[in-house]
């Protein structure tokens, strides 16, 4: 019997493409010549085998099919070594699907790569932000006591060095004035619109335009003033309770400032003013209803003190020019305890005078 039927299954197969050309299968050898006998043998042989796998996850209902043709099981085979994957006999759209997934599976790996790695940078980016964002905030807020305190200034940013390495620092203690001729100061204070700010380290009052002084030559226009308890100036070596520095600029950017010192007594209405004003909140101007006359805080005698010195504060610029009133101001208990519960204390430290030289009106 095998000697009748071998010799016929090559004839066979070449018949069943010429008939089915529509499947996408080659013959057995895949060079599109006859296959030899014992392939066909082994193809025939295997057969049963693919078919019972192909048939383990069919669904339990499903009706039972008479015997399959040998040819169709050789077909099957033949299928599968093109690598497709067949879902039902009778229909050759799936050959072409199969064939189609399994590819996918070899571009799977590589689109989970890509995106792992467009991924990854996302998290580290916004740890980056984190960690240099804090610091730098901190490092940049300057206090009058603790790790932010007058010692550590200079070291908090570059523009504060001066605070550590300046010759010509300020406040001082006055001491051995020069009695001179000295030119009187020339206010020219008049009635003016202001806003009160806490900004963190005193009251500040920003006054409106049109006051300003005339000193040695130069006019200097008032920018704003403000308050340290205690004063940061001495004079031969007494401190009183409160100061109030009134900042000026000239055209070229110099800085010109005069101190009224504030000692306890009678109180004193252009501080209630401003204490009237003072915003609820750290950060917040308030801009205040009517007027202020700061002729009213300047002391009846106008003889001062004068020295170059610099800014109390950072950056703690040098250049300035300082006039200090050598007759205090009085305040009130009552409104130097107001301005306590903000700020018990927010002077400097006094520097070294570093042998410069200060002149006293006589």
Sequence with gaps: MSKIRTPRLPHLIAALFCAGASLPVLPADGHGHDAKPAAAKKAVAEAPAASAAETKPAKPAARAEPPQDPMDKLRERLAEKLGATKAAPSNPN?????????????????????????????????RAVVSHDAPAGHAAHWSYEGAGGPSGWGAMKPEFAKCSTGTRQSPIDIREGIKVQLDPVQFDYRPSGFRVIDNGHTVQVNVAAGNSIEVMGRRYDLLQFHFHRPSEERIDGKQFDMVAHLVHKDAEGRLAVVAVLLDRGSAQPIVQTVWNNLPLEKGDEVPAKGSLDLNALLPPERSYFTYMGSLTTPPCSEGVLWMVMKQPVSISQEQIAIFSRLYPMNARPIQSASGRLIKESN
């Design 94 to 126: 799936v050959v072409r699907v199969a064939a189609r997934a399994s590819a996918e599976p070899e571009h799977a790996p590589a689109a989970a790569t890509a995106a792992a790695h467009a991924a990854r940078p996302a998290a580290p980016k916004a």
